[in-house]
Antibody, heavy 117, light 107 residues
Framework: EVQLVESGGGLIQPGGSLRLSCAASGFTVSNNYMNWVRQAPGKGLEWVSYVYSGGATFYADSVKGRFTISRDSSKNTVFLQMNSLRAEDTAVYYC???????????WGQGTLVTVSS | DIQLTQSPSFLSASVGDRVTLTCRASHGISSYLAWYQQKPGKAPKVLIYTASTLQSGVPSRFSGSGSGTEFTLTISSLQPEDFAIYYCQQLNTYPLTFGGGTKVEIK
């Protein structure tokens, strides 16, 4: 069974940094597209970043140059390093991976990041 | 990027009503579309994928149709547990974008 468990969220001041983790089980992260999707309070879903099985990474324009996605195959975990955080980065951050068919996402439970002074 | 536009953004309906939600894509995406249901404080839950395939365990009152740029999600008889926000997602091209959502509320 595919499971994704996010951690690392919290309250951080503007300009600060935070690293989110997504521990996966039931599959191998290095063989899958791994994504981060966020949802600001009361808003819709926004795709943030992915790392491809071959290692290529891609980012939404809103986070490019500030966020870095990476993975640790030995821990079967994906990370999102978030630097230069802004108030508008406040959101629940979900880790998500594609079903084998490539037809939909499996989701974690999310972790809340609040950027505020 | 492929833009997805959902309509309506808000829908008020009664238990037992038949409701239809629409998702339009800015470019053709074949049948690479999924529908999710989200309730407060929870992660999205997949209902339909490849436009019309019902996810295992999802009630048969949910159905999806469409291809190319226009898609619909239909709930044949709205139940109390169906009041939620519904999102479409295209899986044709990265970034895998989402629609803005349709909130279904009790009339």
């Amino acid at each position: 069974e595919v499971q994704l468990v996010e951690s690392g969220g919290g309250l951080i001041q503007p300009g600060g940094s935070l690293r989110l983790s997504c521990a996966a089980s039931g599959f191998t992260v290095s063989n899958n597209y791994m994504n981060w999707v966020r949802q600001a309070p009361g808003k819709g879903l926004e795709w943030v970043s992915y790392v491809y099985s071959g290692g290529a990474t891609f980012y939404a324009d809103s986070v490019k140059g500030r966020f870095t996605i990476s993975r640790d195959s030995s821990k079967n975990t994906v990370f999102l390093q978030m630097n230069s955080l802004r108030a508008e980065d406040t959101a629940v951050y979900y880790c998500a991976t594609l079903h084998d068919s490539g037809s939909y996402f499996y989701w974690g439970q999310g972790t809340l990041v609040t950027v505020s002074s | 990027d492929i833009q997805l536009t959902q309509s309506p953004s808000f829908l008020s309906a009664s238990v037992g009503d038949r409701v239809t939600l629409t998702c339009r894509a800015s470019h053709g995406i074949s049948s690479y579309l999924a529908w999710y249901q989200q309730k407060p404080g929870k992660a999205p839950k997949v209902l339909i994928y490849t436009a019309s395939t019902l996810q295992s365990g999802v009630p048969s009152r949910f159905s999806g149709s469409g291809s190319g740029t226009e898609f619909t999600l239909t709930i044949s008889s709205l139940q109390p547990e169906d009041f939620a926000i519904y999102y479409c997602q295209q899986l044709n091209t990265y970034p895998l974008t989402f629609g803005g959502g349709t909130k279904v509320e009790i009339k």
